[in-house]
């Protein structure tokens, strides 16, 4: 039996597909998958270490922040730091970016934007979590401080996003833009091995995520959609049924396996939709759109946002193109 492909060899062997393919991708991949590696242990003794439970302090976005969020964040930071091919970082946990000032980050390309634990509130209560990255090329000049634009790029900017799903095994799934391909943990080994390649949406779905106890708060279009989904229709082959979690990554991950549709519209507790752009609708976009999917904010594409502060928030529609285009369709004004 053939030996299964490790995420590594995988990255050397695509690497032309990379439109810079110099090194830099290898070696931000694997910063990644050793953080992603490390969190994981810190995920799964969790319950033994007395990491679980909330924090005093907020983040920027004035949440109670998780114990793991904390450590997730500093794992990212240190070891995405320590190899050299990041100019700065942003983090969903911090209010500013931060920039690397030593001499081996003055000539880096890259910037990275990072989630470090989405949907930590589900920590406590052992449901699947993740991490979202997104990785552009810097626009300011190489060899200078970074700046606040580097981050500000819209996601058809974005040359490589992943992310991780720590749940019942641990996986890796990133793209280049050409394709999705997943790789999973063996924790005996050490090593993340190819389980999920060229990763597709199907042409049809029948799950619907969506929180719908801020369903009065939710624009007239989207009950609607909603109420569609639950309809009998054989022909097309509804109703649909209901997966929630409250962790994105889990939802958008069984969604692309499945087949289905995640929303988080805009409502009067968050006008803005919850999400954000640059940490979790930009790199999620990336993924689905690679993956045969679409993504929307119902009026327009996500990736095409022009964003303009680093914590901005937007309505989000995630899945199947066909499911994405009826929920647009409900929502256009009459």
């Known amino acids: 039996m053939q030996r299964p492909i490790t995420l590594g060899e995988f990255i050397v062997e695509n690497q032309k597909d990379f439109q810079y393919a110099k090194g830099e991708l290898t070696a931000l991949l694997s910063s990644i998958k050793l953080a992603g590696k490390m969190v994981n242990e810190k995920i799964n003794k969790a319950g033994l270490a007395a990491i679980l439970g909330k924090m005093d302090s907020q983040n920027v976005q004035g949440e109670t922040q998780a114990r793991l969020d904390i450590i997730a964040n500093d794992i990212f930071i240190s070891t995405l730091k320590n190899r050299g091919e990041i100019c700065a970082l942003a983090s969903e946990e911090l209010e500013e970016y931060v920039a690397f000032d030593e001499e081996i980050h003055r000539n880096a390309k890259y910037v990275i934007l990072i989630d470090p634990l989405d949907g930590s509130s589900n920590i406590d209560v052992d449901i699947t979590v993740g991490t979202i990255f997104s990785i552009y090329r810097r626009v300011s000049k190489i060899g200078e401080p970074p700046v606040k634009e580097d981050f500000l790029q ?6 490589a996003a992943g992310y991780l799903i720590y749940g019942t095994s641990t996986i890796l799934v990133y793209t280049t833009g050409n ?6 943990f063996d924790p ?3 090593s993340f091995f190819l389980s999920h390649p060229q990763i597709r949406f199907p042409e049809k ?3 619907y995520s969506v929180n719908e106890g801020n369903y009065i708060h939710f624009p007239e279009g989207v009950k609607k959609f909603i109420k569609w989904t639950q309809e009998f ?3 097309d082959d509804r109703p649909f ?4 979690t409250g962790s994105l990554v889990a939802d958008i991950h069984r969604n692309m396996l499945m087949g289905g549709i995640y929303l988080y519209p805009q409502g009067t507790t968050a006008p803005n939709g919850k999400l954000r752009l640059l940490y979790e609708c930009n790199p999620i976009a990336f993924i689905t759109e690679q993956a045969g999917g679409k993504c929307s904010d119902g009026n327009q594409r996500i990736m095409e946002i022009v964003p303009r502060e680093l914590h901005e928030r937007a309505p ?3 899945g199947n193109s066909y499911l994405v285009e009826k929920a647009e369709k409900f929502m256009e004004p009459c």
């Open 154 to 159: 819209p996601g058809i900017k974005q040359v």
């Open 316 to 318: 989000f529609i995630c």
């Open 205 to 207: 779905g029948r799950i």
């Open 233 to 235: 229709d054989e022909n």
């Open 188 to 190: 005996g080994v050490g």
């Open 179 to 184: 394709g999705v391909n997943g790789f999973t």
């Open 241 to 244: 049924t209901s997966r929630y």
